[in-house]
């Protein structure tokens, strides 16, 4: 899913963010060919217009036209506005603590994927360790409670059913009794689901939910019926208040526009996504994620991190002074780590020495390597820090002992920093070391 739209903003996005200046007009040309993909993915008209004012409107101020580097400016101003549209934050279940169980209420149209998604949430809550308890309140469709029983019986979750009953509400209270009785602290429900919005849907939905108090209340929505998932949505909302959407079907051949358009039409967050048929197929719905994606990983992703650097150029310049001159300390290595992390890359630390700017894969750097260093230099005092050369056998075993590392390993990271600093100064003269630091930096 997704890809077209992937493809053609990614193309936008390469030739604005190549200029070193860029117009109004080079913003107009850009935002007009990113509304036309948006169109073309199915994204809600609505939603269309919003995005394209309220990118023009930020991307024609000052510090986008005026900044170091426009074009990449501007493709932060998208990137923010996708992710606001997505819906900001990854937004988790709201669930209650061990002891009380926490109830969670299916709905949706007919096959939109409801069982097989409770059937998935059910899985992953019991994963991490809670004790959900499944409940066939769908009692329209006449194989829906046998489906509900052997997808429980495969995930090893009980199922509460009444066999032959025609009331939803019986079972639910059956349900909610029992999960007391056995401890069980999640109880999911999965209801019946109709052709279309209806008022016996709605109001079968209402009193269920009247009945069991959920906590959560979620509706699963067919990603490839696209636009109309996301009127659903917004008549789910508006009925019974839902408190997150799953998106079914997001491995589908589908273009997509319905992720865009759900949260600001129906007002209602997207919580996980569908992803196949299998009953791990459920992933968190993450914005910045999806974001990146449809702007095109890699490349452009960096763009987008590198306009959202915190390091100000003040700090680049010194930086690089004290690479070039061989006067980078541990503490400024610790303080990379940390900006590494923060932006899920190294990319930035490499730019910043003269001549390195290289194809690299930060997919490719040691991140658990990375990890133990950093504990080890934080065992560090600052004057350690400061000058690694002090670091004798006895304050060896005092940093080992604190960063749970043995002596042999701050021996190593210091004999590589050494190493990864002569390299830095090389390479900042010259560009054929660059994969010996590479090597050096733990880059696989
Ligand atoms: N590819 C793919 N298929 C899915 C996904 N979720 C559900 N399905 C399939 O969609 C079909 C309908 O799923 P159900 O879970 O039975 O849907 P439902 O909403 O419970 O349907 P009713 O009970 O009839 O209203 C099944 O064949 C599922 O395997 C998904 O994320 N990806
Ligand atoms: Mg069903």
């Known amino acids: 899913m997704l890809d077209r739209l992937s493809d053609r903003l990614n193309n936008v996005v390469r030739s604005v963010s190549g200029k070193s200046r860029i117009t109004e007009q080079n913003i107009a040309d850009a935002v007009e060919e990113i ?10 008209l609505k939603v269309v217009r919003r995005f394209v004012s309220r990118t023009v409107r930020e991307a024609s101020g000052e510090s986008v036209l005026r900044s170091v580097s426009p074009g990449q400016q501007f493709v932060k101003v998208v990137y923010d506005k996708l992710v606001e549209f997505l819906g900001d934050e990854r937004q988790d279940l709201a669930l209650r603590g061990p002891d009380v169980p926490s109830v969670i209420l299916f709905a949706g149209l007919q096959g939109s994927g409801k069982t097989t998604s409770a059937a998935k ?33 495969r995930i090893g979750i009980p199922v509460e ?51 069991a108090k959920p906590d959560e ?5 067919d990603a490839m019926t696209g636009q109309n998932a996301v009127e659903v949505a ?68 960096s763009l987008v991190e590198k306009a959202q650097e915190t390091i100000g150029a003040d700090d680049a310049e010194r930086l690089q002074k004290k690479i070039r001159s061989a006067t980078f300390t541990l503490e400024d290595y610790l303080e990379q780590f940390q900006r590494v992390r923060k932006m899920g890359s190294v990319q930035s630390l490499l730019e910043m ?67 990864m600093r002569a ?22």
Request: charged share 30%.
């Open 35 to 44: 509304k036309v993909a948006l169109l073309e993915a199915d994204v809600n």
């Open 121 to 153: 949430l059910a899985l992953r809550l019991k994963k991490e360790g809670r004790r959900p308890l499944l409940v066939a309140a769908d009692l329209v469709r006449p194989a829906a409670v046998d489906q509900l029983q052997q997808l429980g019986e």
């Open 161 to 211: 059913a009444i066999p032959g009953s025609k009331d939803p509400k019986a079972v639910v209270k059956a349900g909610l009794a029992r999960a007391k009785k056995e401890q069980l602290n999640v109880v999911i429900i999965d209801t019946a689901g109709r052709m279309q919005v209806d008022e016996a849907l709605m109001e079968e939905i209402r009193q269920v939910s009247a009945l």
């Open 217 to 221: 209340r979620i509706l699963v929505a």
């Open 234 to 301: 917004r008549a789910f909302h508006e009925s019974v208040d839902l408190t997150g959407v799953i998106l079914s079907k997001f491995d589908s051949d589908t273009r997509g526009g319905a992720a865009l358009s759900i949260k600001t039409i129906a007002g209602t967050p997207i919580k996980f996504i569908g992803t196949g048929e299998g009953v791990e197929d459920l992933e968190p719905f993450y914005p910045e994620r999806i974001a990146s994606r449809i702007l095109g990983m890699g490349d452009v992703v």
């Open 353 to 419: 020495i003269p001549g390195m700017k290289g194809n690299i894969d930060p997919d490719q750097l040691d991140m658990d390597q990375m990890k133990r260093e950093e504990a080890i230099i934080l065992s560090m005092t600052r004057e350690e820090r400061h000058n690694h050369r002090i670091i004798g056998m006895s304050r060896r075993k005092r940093i080992a002992a604190g960063s749970g590392s043995s002596v042999f390993e701050v021996g190593q990271l210091i004999k590589r920093f050494d190493k």
């Open 423 to 444: 390299m830095m100064k090389k390479v900042s003269k010259n560009k054929k070391y660059q994969s010996q630091l590479m090597a050096q930096m733990g880059h696989r």
